[in-house]
């Protein structure tokens, strides 16, 4: 879940080999950083939510955020599939009340292969497409501890392929990672230590 794939956003060196474009100079535009920001603060936010539809709402402002962001800096394996976390969160929100919406996000899963294929760019592509799999396999898990792991699992082959393309969101995927990680072994903990020194305020 984060950036890109293939090919590096705008840049004003020389055109290189696709698995050397790693930028090294950017030129964000405005827009293209306020999306970045905002699929940020719920990538980064989602695993301290507890249920699993708290924790699936957050990453409809991360996908839409993000594809935006991609389509910005020319990366259309990425955006494409950002934007196919959209119908797979809408259907598994609402497979309670719409049964037959399951269908949808299981055909989610194998429709992210040929959008790999026909957008692909580099030796990139591959990161984003596994790392989305592997989201969207974890987001229809009912247990919230192992839907955080495969959405943690599949942030970090985003967080390779963001490293591979110089993409400062590798920042966010790697902020995101500390918080789920530290959330699923340290949440009880964290907690027993927040109660114990809200018993010991004034009242």
């Known amino acids: 879940m984060a950036v890109a794939s293939g090919r590096p956003f705008r840049t004003k060196l020389p055109s290189v080999t696709p698995c050397r474009k790693m930028v ?19 990538l980064i ?12 709402l957050p990453q409809f402002a ?5 594809a935006a962001h991609c389509a910005l800096g020319g990366l259309p394996t990425a955006s ?13 929100l609402l497979a309670a009340q ?13 429709a992210t292969l040929p959008i790999c294929v026909a957008s692909w760019t580099d030796w990139t ?8 799999l592997l989201i969207a396999y974890g987001r229809m ?30 920042v966010v995927d790697l902020s995101s990672l500390v918080v789920g990680v530290w959330v699923l072994h340290f949440g009880a903990l964290t907690e027993t230590w927040c109660s114990a020194v809200r018993s010991r305020l004034p009242r």
């Open 24 to 42: 090294t100079a950017m030129d964000f535009d405005p827009l293209s950083l306020t999306c970045a920001g905002i699929g940020a603060a719920f």
């Open 45 to 56: 936010g989602w695993p301290l939510m507890r249920t699993q539809a708290n924790m699936l």
């Open 62 to 66: 991360v996908s839409a955020a993000f």
């Open 80 to 92: 494409a599939l950002n934007l196919l976390g959209a119908p797979h969160l809408a259907s598994l």
């Open 98 to 110: 719409f049964p037959g919406l399951k269908k949808v996000g299981i055909a989610v899963i194998p």
């Open 125 to 132: 592509s591959p990161l984003s497409t596994a790392g989305t």
């Open 141 to 170: 898990q009912t247990a919230t501890d192992a839907l955080k792991r495969l959405i943690l699992t599949g942030t970090a082959f985003w967080l390779a392929h963001d490293l591979a393309v110089r993409s400062p969101l590798a």
